[in-house]
């Protein structure tokens, strides 16, 4: 089936440590985005990607860093710098082909503090 | 930003019962879609509705758009159990050289009881 996956599911980091979270589609959709999402509340987007070797900053990208060396992959690598990683992290794509096109989802990679 | 807000926040229901959400945003867009997070989850698209349409439906579902007001509605007619889960609007804005990434509200909790 065609989908999306991100690995680990819970993922745990240390003070200093910088840890990256993975995310792969087979839909063969050119833009993908990440967004984290504190208890409660809505998406906030981090990074998105419109194409392999491109990527924009969203609304809250400091203290994240993104790579988008293949048209499946968007890792997603938080930092030192994010003093409050503590989140739900979701993985997006969408084909860029036309306008009104739905996102699909990935089903997220919970991260902790140590 | 946020530019969709929800509203409710939390929503009770019996089963059987119909639940409406409703949804603002501030700026033009070429599409509104409505997605569903079970807990833990990632979110699932449920409808799209684009700026040139007023009302849409899919099974228990309808949406409305009143593009002059800048709001939309979603109504699950005879609720399940299974409904329960957060509902998202997300709006996609209008203009090419605008960020290409849809715009979350911080959504509605829905809670159907059995």
């Known amino acids: 089936d065609g989908g999306i996956t991100q690995s680990p599911k819970y993922l745990f980091r240390k003070e200093g440590q910088n840890v990256t979270l993975s995310c792969e589609q087979n839909?063969?959709?050119?833009?993908m985005y990440w967004y984290r999402q504190d208890p409660g509340q809505g998406l906030r987007l981090i990074y998105y990607?419109?194409?392999?070797?491109?990527?924009q900053k969203g609304d809250i990208a400091e203290g994240y860093s993104v790579s988008r060396e293949k048209k499946e992959s968007f890792p997603l690598t938080v930092t030192s710098a994010q003093k409050n990683p503590t989140a739900f992290y979701l993985c997006?794509?969408?084909?860029?082909?036309?306008?009104?096109?739905?996102?699909?989802f990935g089903d997220g990679t919970r991260l902790s503090i140590l | 930003s946020q530019q969709g807000e929800e509203d409710p926040q939390a929503l009770s229901i019996q089963e059987g019962e119909n639940a409406t959400m409703n949804c603002s945003y501030k700026?033009?867009?070429?599409?509104l879609q409505w997605y569903r997070q079970n807990s833990g989850r990632g979110l699932v698209h449920l409808i799209l509705?684009?700026?040139?349409?007023r009302e849409k439906h899919s099974g228990r579902l309808r949406v409305t758009l009143d593009t002059s007001k800048k709001s939309s509605s979603l109504l699950i007619t005879a609720s399940r159990a299974a409904d329960t889960a957060s509902y998202f609007c997300?709006?996609?804005?209008?203009?090419?050289?605008?960020?290409?990434?849809?715009?979350f509200g911080s959504g509605t909790r829905l809670q159907v009881q059995p």
């Open positions: 509705i684009r700026s040139n349409e």
């Open positions: 990607s419109q194409i392999v070797n491109d990527f």
């Open positions: 997006a794509s969408r084909n860029r082909q036309g306008d009104n096109q739905p996102q699909h």
């Open positions: 700026t033009s867009i070429n599409n």
């Open positions: 997300a709006t996609d804005a209008r203009g090419g050289t605008g960020r290409r990434a849809l715009t």
């Open positions: 839909l063969n959709h050119d833009a």
